[in-house]
């Protein structure tokens, strides 16, 4: 069975791709994340995830290695995780009772090279008031997250709905990322000996 490699540090992203019940190890890729964010968003995040997945697989050449990158993008910029408490603020107000969209990029990388696909997913807030604002910073929770919220976490109560995949928000889409290590046969040793 060949080995399967999260190029990740994520806990959210460990507890998704143990969905797969498929044994697998974490190694965090130390990859520089700088890029031109003008680019269009998938695009954005299809190339962070692949400069991850790579950057493992070059350790790993005999292993299945996957990289993922997530990114909110709303009324066409990129948001990152805020700076401070009022960058925090700043962003949550922006947001809402607005939608904005979520975009994960996902690469698998092998021997036969480097597959990559996105999804995206609208969400749309709740219409905030300061004293919700306030209670979810004061949470600590807004401060690593992208967009200034985890929709995992605390963050669930600030939205109304979703359009597409939640655990694209979360960070990887797992029924996808299913789908093509199922189908794909340069995959079928992560899954044993065939029993049909």
Known sequence: MMDLILASGSPRRKELLEK??????????????QIDLN???????IELARRKAESVAA?????????????????????GKP?????????????????HSVYTGVAICSWGGTETFFEKT?????ALSQAEIERYLDSGEPFDKAGAYGIQGLGALLVEKIRGDFYTVMGLPIARLHRVLSTNPKYAALYGPSTS
């Open 20 to 33: 797969l019940q498929l044994p697998f190890v974490t190694v965090p890729s130390d990859e520089d994340e």
């Open 39 to 45: 680019r269009p968003s998938d695009a954005v995040v």
């Open 59 to 79: 350790r790993f050449p005999a292993g299945i290695v996957i990289g993922a990158d997530t990114i909110v993008v709303f009324d066409g910029q990129i948001l």
């Open 83 to 99: 700076k401070d408490r009022g960058h925090a603020r700043t962003m949550l107000r922006s947001l809402s009772g607005r939608t």
């Open 122 to 126: 609208d969400v749309t807030f709740w």
